[in-house]
């Protein structure tokens, strides 16, 4: 079993920035990928970032040049990836999931969600 746990959401204005962070806890041997999905009122999920193992990174194109993920980072407790939101837009404000992809397990983790509120 796998738990993460996401934090750093918060309303802010326009322009401003925020830092999501997901720790994951559990059986963790090795990882495909971590990554950063939002759900905004009425609109479907989409993926905004994520970043293999290798470093590999896959950004949504609206969220190119301010968002920035971190490479996954592991210790002996936990699995953590970041995501640094720059000039943040109105249109970002959505409830932000962190994901984790493991080779061994037979569906992705996903975190209880964070809520990204961008005030005009």
């Known amino acids: 079993q796998v738990n993460l746990v996401e934090s750093g959401g918060g309303v802010v204005q326009a322009g401003g920035s925020l830092r999501l962070s997901c720790a994951a806890f559990g059986a963790i041997f090795s990882i495909n990928a971590m990554g950063w999905y939002r759900r905004a009122p009425g609109k479907q999920r989409e993926l905004v970032a994520n970043i293999t193992s290798s470093g590999r990174t896959n950004y949504l194109d609206a969220v190119k040049g301010r968002f920035t993920i971190s490479t996954i980072a592991r210790d002996n407790a936990e699995t953590t990836v970041h995501l640094q939101m720059n000039n943040l837009k109105p249109e970002d404000t959505a409830v932000y999931y962190c994901?984790?992809?493991?080779?061994?397990?037979?569906?992705?983790?996903w975190g209880q969600g964070t809520q990204v509120t961008v005030s005009s």
């Open positions: 994901v984790i992809d493991l080779p061994e397990a037979p569906a992705d983790y």
